[in-house]
Protein backbone atom coordinates (compact mmCIF):
# COMPACT_ATOMS: atom_id res chain seq x y z
CA UNK A 1 0.00 0.00 0.00
CA UNK A 2 1.56 2.99 -1.02
CA UNK A 3 0.76 7.23 -0.09
CA UNK A 4 0.92 9.56 -2.31
CA UNK A 5 1.34 12.87 -1.05
CA UNK A 6 0.35 16.07 -2.92
CA UNK A 7 2.34 19.42 -1.88
CA UNK A 8 0.89 22.29 -2.15
CA UNK A 9 3.33 24.50 -0.04
CA UNK A 10 2.91 26.41 2.67
CA UNK A 11 -1.01 26.35 1.87
CA UNK A 12 -1.03 22.93 3.80
CA UNK A 13 -0.38 24.40 7.03
CA UNK A 14 -3.22 26.82 7.29
CA UNK A 15 -5.97 24.57 6.84
CA UNK A 16 -6.15 22.99 10.04
CA UNK A 17 -6.07 26.99 11.42
CA UNK A 18 -8.49 27.78 13.40
CA UNK A 19 -10.18 25.10 15.34
CA UNK A 20 -11.40 22.17 14.08
CA UNK A 21 -12.01 21.02 17.51
CA UNK A 22 -15.19 23.41 17.98
CA UNK A 23 -18.33 21.56 17.51
CA UNK A 24 -17.08 18.90 20.16
CA UNK A 25 -16.07 21.85 22.83
CA UNK A 26 -18.71 23.88 22.60
CA UNK A 27 -21.04 20.38 22.84
CA UNK A 28 -19.29 19.85 25.81
CA UNK A 29 -20.27 23.87 27.12
CA UNK A 30 -23.94 22.90 26.38
CA UNK A 31 -23.49 19.50 28.24
CA UNK A 32 -22.55 21.22 31.59
CA UNK A 33 -24.90 23.59 31.03
CA UNK A 34 -27.57 20.84 30.71
CA UNK A 35 -26.67 19.28 33.49
CA UNK A 36 -26.03 21.74 35.81
CA UNK A 37 -29.56 22.97 35.17
CA UNK A 38 -31.11 19.30 35.66
CA UNK A 39 -29.37 18.85 38.50
CA UNK A 40 -30.93 22.05 39.92
CA UNK A 41 -34.51 20.56 38.88
CA UNK A 42 -33.84 17.52 40.74
CA UNK A 43 -32.55 19.24 43.89
CA UNK A 44 -35.61 21.26 43.55
CA UNK A 45 -38.19 18.51 43.02
CA UNK A 46 -37.00 16.63 46.21
CA UNK A 47 -37.32 20.13 48.25
CA UNK A 48 -40.93 20.33 47.13
CA UNK A 49 -41.80 16.69 48.02
CA UNK A 50 -40.17 17.42 51.68
CA UNK A 51 -41.81 20.97 52.04
CA UNK A 52 -44.98 18.87 51.16
CA UNK A 53 -44.64 16.21 53.51
CA UNK A 54 -44.52 19.10 56.19
CA UNK A 55 -47.62 20.88 55.55
CA UNK A 56 -50.33 20.20 58.05
CA UNK A 57 -52.88 17.77 57.08
CA UNK A 58 -56.23 19.71 57.07
CA UNK A 59 -59.73 17.83 57.65
CA UNK A 60 -63.23 19.16 57.74
CA UNK A 61 -63.68 20.05 61.58
CA UNK A 62 -66.63 17.61 63.16
CA UNK A 63 -70.04 19.16 64.23
CA UNK A 64 -71.64 18.17 67.73
CA UNK A 65 -73.44 14.98 65.75
CA UNK A 66 -69.99 14.10 64.37
CA UNK A 67 -70.24 15.08 60.40
CA UNK A 68 -67.84 17.11 59.03
CA UNK A 69 -68.92 20.76 58.58
CA UNK A 70 -69.14 22.27 55.26
CA UNK A 71 -68.36 25.53 56.72
CA UNK A 72 -65.24 24.18 58.40
CA UNK A 73 -62.21 26.49 58.33
CA UNK A 74 -60.51 23.99 56.32
CA UNK A 75 -62.74 25.18 53.34
CA UNK A 76 -63.30 28.78 54.09
CA UNK A 77 -59.85 29.11 53.19
CA UNK A 78 -57.41 27.94 50.19
CA UNK A 79 -56.02 24.97 52.01
CA UNK A 80 -53.69 24.25 48.67
CA UNK A 81 -52.03 27.62 49.00
CA UNK A 82 -49.41 25.91 51.10
CA UNK A 83 -48.51 23.27 48.36
CA UNK A 84 -48.43 26.35 45.74
CA UNK A 85 -46.27 28.36 47.98
CA UNK A 86 -43.70 25.11 48.14
CA UNK A 87 -43.92 24.76 44.61
CA UNK A 88 -43.02 28.34 43.42
CA UNK A 89 -40.39 28.85 46.25
CA UNK A 90 -38.30 25.34 44.86
CA UNK A 91 -39.18 23.94 41.54
CA UNK A 92 -40.21 27.56 39.68
CA UNK A 93 -36.99 29.52 42.03
CA UNK A 94 -34.42 27.54 39.83
CA UNK A 95 -32.43 30.27 38.07
CA UNK A 96 -33.15 29.30 34.74
CA UNK A 97 -36.70 28.67 34.94
CA UNK A 98 -38.28 31.89 33.05
CA UNK A 99 -35.74 31.10 30.46
CA UNK A 100 -36.34 27.76 29.83
CA UNK A 101 -39.70 27.05 30.87
CA UNK A 102 -41.62 30.65 30.76
CA UNK A 103 -44.75 28.28 32.13
CA UNK A 104 -47.66 28.87 34.78
CA UNK A 105 -47.41 27.04 38.12
CA UNK A 106 -50.30 24.88 36.71
CA UNK A 107 -49.07 24.25 33.53
CA UNK A 108 -45.77 23.35 35.17
CA UNK A 109 -46.98 21.82 37.65
CA UNK A 110 -49.64 19.53 35.38
CA UNK A 111 -46.51 18.46 33.46
CA UNK A 112 -44.64 17.22 36.59
CA UNK A 113 -47.04 15.47 38.44
CA UNK A 114 -50.28 14.77 36.62
CA UNK A 115 -53.39 16.52 35.64
CA UNK A 116 -54.87 15.34 38.03
CA UNK A 117 -52.67 16.45 40.79
CA UNK A 118 -52.27 19.77 39.14
CA UNK A 119 -55.82 20.69 39.05
CA UNK A 120 -56.39 19.19 43.31
CA UNK A 121 -53.43 21.79 43.52
CA UNK A 122 -54.67 24.85 41.75
CA UNK A 123 -58.09 24.47 42.72
CA UNK A 124 -58.89 26.72 45.40
CA UNK A 125 -61.26 26.20 48.08
CA UNK A 126 -62.50 22.49 47.06
CA UNK A 127 -59.79 20.62 48.17
CA UNK A 128 -58.35 19.60 51.58
CA UNK A 129 -54.90 19.19 51.93
CA UNK A 130 -55.32 15.27 53.40
CA UNK A 131 -52.64 12.60 54.09
CA UNK A 132 -54.02 10.74 51.09
CA UNK A 133 -53.46 14.03 49.13
CA UNK A 134 -49.82 14.90 50.42
CA UNK A 135 -48.33 11.35 50.01
CA UNK A 136 -49.35 11.49 46.39
CA UNK A 137 -48.02 15.07 45.61
CA UNK A 138 -44.71 14.07 47.59
CA UNK A 139 -44.47 10.73 45.49
CA UNK A 140 -44.99 12.24 42.48
CA UNK A 141 -42.86 14.44 42.38
CA UNK A 142 -39.81 12.33 44.11
CA UNK A 143 -40.54 10.02 40.57
CA UNK A 144 -40.03 13.68 38.69
CA UNK A 145 -36.42 14.17 40.19
CA UNK A 146 -36.04 10.18 40.17
CA UNK A 147 -36.26 11.13 36.01
CA UNK A 148 -33.93 13.84 35.86
CA UNK A 149 -31.41 11.83 37.96
CA UNK A 150 -31.82 8.98 34.95
CA UNK A 151 -31.62 11.96 32.76
CA UNK A 152 -28.41 13.15 34.47
CA UNK A 153 -27.11 9.96 33.88
CA UNK A 154 -27.57 10.16 30.37
CA UNK A 155 -25.50 13.06 30.21
CA UNK A 156 -22.70 11.50 32.07
CA UNK A 157 -22.55 8.82 29.72
CA UNK A 158 -22.50 11.56 26.73
CA UNK A 159 -20.18 13.75 28.94
CA UNK A 160 -17.65 10.92 28.97
CA UNK A 161 -18.18 9.99 25.18
CA UNK A 162 -17.58 13.49 24.10
CA UNK A 163 -14.27 13.61 25.96
CA UNK A 164 -12.87 10.54 24.47
CA UNK A 165 -13.55 11.16 20.96
CA UNK A 166 -12.09 14.84 21.50
CA UNK A 167 -9.06 13.26 23.17
CA UNK A 168 -8.87 10.78 19.75
CA UNK A 169 -9.84 13.43 17.75
CA UNK A 170 -7.50 15.62 19.01
CA UNK A 171 -4.34 12.87 18.52
CA UNK A 172 -5.64 12.66 14.57
CA UNK A 173 -5.52 16.73 14.12
CA UNK A 174 -2.09 16.26 15.77
CA UNK A 175 -0.73 14.02 13.10
CA UNK A 176 -2.56 15.49 9.96
CA UNK A 177 -0.91 18.67 11.13
CA UNK A 178 2.56 17.07 11.64
CA UNK A 179 2.81 15.60 8.06
CA UNK A 180 0.80 19.20 6.72
CA UNK A 181 4.32 20.42 7.84
CA UNK A 182 6.55 18.29 6.90
CA UNK A 183 7.07 16.83 10.48
CA UNK A 184 7.48 13.08 11.15
CA UNK A 185 4.07 12.06 12.32
CA UNK A 186 2.98 9.50 14.81
CA UNK A 187 0.39 8.09 12.67
CA UNK A 188 0.45 6.90 9.33
CA UNK A 189 -1.93 7.83 6.51
CA UNK A 190 -3.31 4.24 6.57
CA UNK A 191 -3.62 4.61 10.48
CA UNK A 192 -5.31 8.20 10.55
CA UNK A 193 -7.92 6.44 8.39
CA UNK A 194 -8.64 3.57 10.63
CA UNK A 195 -8.76 5.90 13.62
CA UNK A 196 -11.54 8.12 12.08
CA UNK A 197 -13.28 5.49 10.96
CA UNK A 198 -12.58 4.24 14.88
CA UNK A 199 -14.35 7.07 15.86
CA UNK A 200 -17.24 7.76 13.73
CA UNK A 201 -18.15 3.77 14.21
CA UNK A 202 -18.17 3.77 17.87
CA UNK A 203 -19.60 7.25 18.53
CA UNK A 204 -22.94 5.80 15.52
CA UNK A 205 -22.79 2.52 17.82
CA UNK A 206 -23.74 4.67 21.09
CA UNK A 207 -26.39 6.51 19.27
CA UNK A 208 -27.88 3.62 17.95
CA UNK A 209 -27.69 1.52 21.28
CA UNK A 210 -28.06 3.78 24.13
CA UNK A 211 -30.93 3.54 26.24
CA UNK A 212 -33.42 6.34 26.35
CA UNK A 213 -37.00 7.50 27.42
CA UNK A 214 -39.49 5.87 25.69
CA UNK A 215 -40.86 9.73 24.97
CA UNK A 216 -37.02 10.27 23.40
CA UNK A 217 -36.60 8.68 19.83
CA UNK A 218 -33.55 8.05 18.24
CA UNK A 219 -31.53 10.23 18.24
CA UNK A 220 -33.32 12.33 20.10
CA UNK A 221 -30.99 13.49 23.10
CA UNK A 222 -28.64 14.59 20.39
CA UNK A 223 -30.99 17.16 18.71
CA UNK A 224 -32.70 17.92 22.00
CA UNK A 225 -29.27 18.91 23.29
CA UNK A 226 -27.09 19.91 19.54
CA UNK A 227 -30.42 21.48 17.91
CA UNK A 228 -29.53 25.40 18.70
CA UNK A 229 -25.84 24.77 17.40
CA UNK A 230 -24.71 24.36 13.64
CA UNK A 231 -23.96 20.80 14.61
CA UNK A 232 -26.42 18.34 15.61
CA UNK A 233 -24.20 15.64 16.11
CA UNK A 234 -20.54 17.30 16.99
CA UNK A 235 -18.33 14.66 17.19
CA UNK A 236 -19.10 13.33 13.49
CA UNK A 237 -18.34 16.69 12.31
CA UNK A 238 -15.24 16.84 13.36
CA UNK A 239 -14.47 13.62 12.20
CA UNK A 240 -15.98 14.92 8.56
CA UNK A 241 -13.95 18.02 8.81
CA UNK A 242 -10.68 16.21 9.41
CA UNK A 243 -11.13 13.78 6.38
CA UNK A 244 -11.80 16.65 3.96
CA UNK A 245 -8.88 18.71 5.08
CA UNK A 246 -6.64 15.51 4.87
CA UNK A 247 -7.69 14.33 1.42
CA UNK A 248 -8.03 17.84 0.02
CA UNK A 249 -4.34 17.96 0.78
CA UNK A 250 -3.85 14.98 -1.33
CA UNK A 251 -2.89 12.61 1.31
CA UNK A 252 -4.90 9.89 0.26
CA UNK A 253 -4.37 6.31 0.07
CA UNK A 254 -3.59 4.59 -2.99
Not at 154 to 165: F, G, Y
Not at 200 to 208: A, C, D, E, V
Not at 218 to 227: A, I, N, P, R, T
Amino acid sequence: MGVALNSHGNDNRALLAGNPMAPVNRALDRLETERTEINHECEALQRFADRVREIDSSQPAPTPGGMPSLSSESHSADAMEPVRAAYRETVMAVPHYEEVYEESLPRNLATELGPDLSTAVCSGHDVSVTPHLKKAIAEAAERAASRRATFIGMLDTERESLRHARRSLDQIKCAIQSRLDGDEASLSVAEVFDRLEGVTTKRQRLLHERTLPSHIEVHGLCSYLYDQMRWTYPVLAVAATLRDKFEDVGLVLT
